[in-house]
């Protein structure tokens, strides 16, 4: 495992967790960089919003100082927005900006934002230059294959952001058509890697540290990005790490530690959101947590229907209880 320069900032061991609307908080990035992650991404943040200061958007640019160096994901559409929004990012501590040309969402993308600006290359072109210029720190790009299978354009933008002054491209094996399904293609990822000489991140269905093994030797990528197998999970990317410096795999935590590790995790939401909200943010983190474990779908079906926190964590207990039980003897 080589380390990767981004402009001036150094990413020792280049596993590198995602940025997933909903899911990687502050909460869930905290636990991340405990386990070992070489770069944790913020959520996806809009410009608009960021400029405006809204209260989600303060929210979701919060970070600890235990991630230094952190990357702030900006998406938008508007290059003067996108300017001011990483200006403002800067000042508040990012090392990294990165651009969003990969969210697939229809909502994001009616907006001429995410990967619909793979489709509309001009503009992509004078939002990264805008960024570029506007700020200090390096700026990133992430991007999907292209819009579809018959405009697969990501190494030709790659170049393209390259030459306006972009560090690194990390790359979801997927067109922006397929959303989430099929299977990312890492093979594709070499050609990006072969059009451009700053550091190439491979990303889409790493969920294992055999899929970590096959997505590097396929795409010949300098890097990986989890997203999705990290739910749940908040030590993969650790282990990872610790697989690609070794070579021998870690087991997973005891249940004792999961069980813990979700606990805290909860109490960490409620503190970040308020009960209110926290405790319906949360639900599907348990879900993630406990899914394949004994009883969990019933357990499940229960607590996404209880709102007060205390009685949640007193369920929670509930049901680590006999597995552990089960697992002492």
């Not at 990312?184 to 991140?201: E, N």
């Not at 790493?206 to 795409?219: G, K, N, P, T, V």
């Not at 639900?283 to 209880?306: C, D, M, P, Q």
Request: glycine share 8%.
């Amino acid at each position: 495992m080589a380390p990767i320069r981004v402009g001036p900032v150094t990413i020792d061991a280049p596993v590198v967790l995602a940025p997933m609307t909903g899911v990687t908080d502050l909460p869930f990035r905290r636990l991340v960089r405990r386990y070992g992650s070489g770069l944790n991404v913020t959520e996806m943040i809009a410009s608009e919003a960021a400029i405006r200061e809204t209260r989600q958007s303060i929210q979701k640019a919060e970070w600890d100082p235990i991630e230094e160096p952190v990357s702030m994901q900006l998406v938008g559409c508007d290059p003067a927005s996108m300017a001011e929004a990483a200006r403002m990012q800067e000042a508040n501590g990012a090392a990294i900006i990165d651009i969003n040309f990969g969210c697939p969402v229809r909502k994001v993308v009616g907006q001429y934002a995410g990967s619909a600006l793979m489709r509309e290359v001009p503009l992509a072109i004078k939002l990264m230059e805008a960024t570029v210029k506007a700020v200090d720190v390096p700026v990133t790009v992430k991007m999907r294959m292209g819009w579809d299978h018959d405009s697969l354009n990501a190494p030709e933008l790659s170049r393209i952001a390259e030459d306006l002054g972009v560090q690194m491209i990390t790359v979801h094996g997927r067109t922006r058509n397929q959303m989430y399904k099929g299977e990312a293609d890492w093979a594709f990822v070499r050609k990006v890697k072969d059009a451009v000489g700053i550091p190439v991140i491979v990303n889409g269905d790493i969920c294992s540290i055999h899929d970590a093994a096959r997505a590097l030797e396929q795409s010949g990528a300098d890097g990986l990005m989890i997203g999705r197998g990290a739910y749940g999970r908040p030590w993969l990317l650790g282990q990872v790490m610790h697989w690609w410096k070794t070579g021998e795999s870690l087991a997973d935590p005891s249940l004792d530690e999961q069980h813990a590790t979700m606990v805290e995790h909860y109490r960490a939401m409620l503190d970040h959101y308020g009960e209110f909200t926290g405790v319906k943010m949360a639900r599907k983190h348990i879900g993630w947590y406990t899914k394949g474990l004994h009883g969990s779908a019933e357990f499940r079906n229960k607590v996404n229907f209880i709102d007060d926190a205390a009685q949640v964590l007193g369920e929670i207990d509930r049901f680590y209880e006999p597995l552990l039980l089960r697992k002492a003897a």
